[in-house]
């Protein structure tokens, strides 16, 4: 059950993990909350470990505004709050929500969410908290959509061009100052090397696309990245 969350088009939630604690020392017991929404609903993938047996267990989620974010209601009510089962090694929770604010440039809105773990008895043994943030990357020819908006020039001619490793602190401080960055590919990269690159910033609003320089690996690599991650296109001709 849920209350809470309005958002159009298809997009997915940038987190950093913030916060974890676990009352039975078992180590992280969520490894992974990627959240999407589609048009009014906000579904959040929530990965386990496999070490652990969750039967009988529930999640708890709570979204609250951060940064730039609008607050709802009073400040100590949630935006969004859901409750789920959890099923295998991995939990779907899906919730309404109101009042959200689309990541953008000039408002580059940030939400903390909430994710515990509730045993049986109702005890929360385990707690996550991300940053979230809300928005969509579209690429249709030269034409570079934010949340189905045209990007203006201006914007365009700013967005930053930097090869792998990714500087994780470079990445976190464009999400919260709305710079776009886009991922250029030397060509050589395998998928490996790429979820690599991505461990702790797979979700990042300002991470908004793929570059592959090497004309003759573009077909290979975009194989891989489609599969790998599908919130961010391959700009083919956008930088040439």
Known sequence: MASVITAG??????????LAYNNRM???LILDVTVKTKKNKFTSKISF???FDFTGHSIHQVLFPYLNAPI?????????????GIHGATALTTANATGIQWWT????AMYRLTTELVSPEEEVIYQREDIIAFRDIQFD?????????LLSQKIKDSIQLIT??????????SDQNGSLIVIKLAGNEDEKSLLTALDGLRNSPSLIGWYISQKSSYKPLCAILSAMDDTRPVIKEFFS
């Open 9 to 18: 088009a298809f997009f997915r939630l940038v987190y950093y993990p913030a």
């Open 26 to 28: 078992n180590g992280d």
């Open 49 to 51: 470990s496999k070490d």
């Open 72 to 84: 709802v209601g009073d400040a100590e009510n949630p935006c969004a709050e859901l409750v789920s």
């Open 105 to 108: 440039p000039d408002c580059p």
């Open 141 to 149: 020819g030269k034409k570079l959509l934010l949340n189905g908006i």
């Open 164 to 173: 792998l490793p990714l500087d994780k602190d470079h990445v976190k401080q």
